[in-house]
Nanobody, 127 residues
Framework: QLQLVESGGGLVQPGGSLRLSCAAS????????IGWFRQAPGKEREGVSC????????NYADSVKGRFTISRDNAKNTVYLQMNSLKPEDTAVYYC????????????????????WGQGTQVTVSS
């Protein structure tokens, strides 16, 4: 019953932009930190970004700093990942996940800390 659903992926040229959405059903995201992760073929899943339940703390992988922005709208039970200046190396399946951390706790992108996962959305950056 508790589900996360990603959307917004697709095919984009290098330098383009996409906005991914992560919508929750069956529970509220108010008390969950949300992380975005990605996995490219043949590679391990890696953390991309996270946002605390309050929205007061965010974190980004070095590879996406300055290009990606995470945000949340608790009223809509949705978290977003705005991706700009996309590069071919950003190509991957992107997953969102929820972690029940303290409201004031900084977020982390440690996979084992996350309880609920979406099915992923494909992002392909290619010319």
């Amino acid at each position: 019953q508790l589900q996360l659903v990603e959307s917004g992926g697709g095919l984009v040229q290098p330098g383009g932009s996409l906005r991914l959405s992560c919508a929750a059903s069956g529970f509220t995201l108010d008390y969950y930190a949300i992380g975005w992760f990605r996995q490219a073929p043949g590679k391990e899943r890696e953390g991309v970004s996270c946002i605390s339940s309050s929205g007061g703390s965010t974190n980004y992988a070095d590879s996406v700093k300055g290009r990606f922005t995470i945000s949340r709208d608790n009223a809509k039970n949705t978290v977003y990942l705005q991706m700009n200046s996309l590069k071919p190396e950003d190509t991957a399946v992107y997953y969102c996940a929820a972690a029940q951390l303290g409201a004031r706790a900084p977020c982390v992108v440690t996979i084992r800390r996350y309880d609920y996962w979406g099915q992923g959305t494909q992002v392909t950056v290619s010319s």
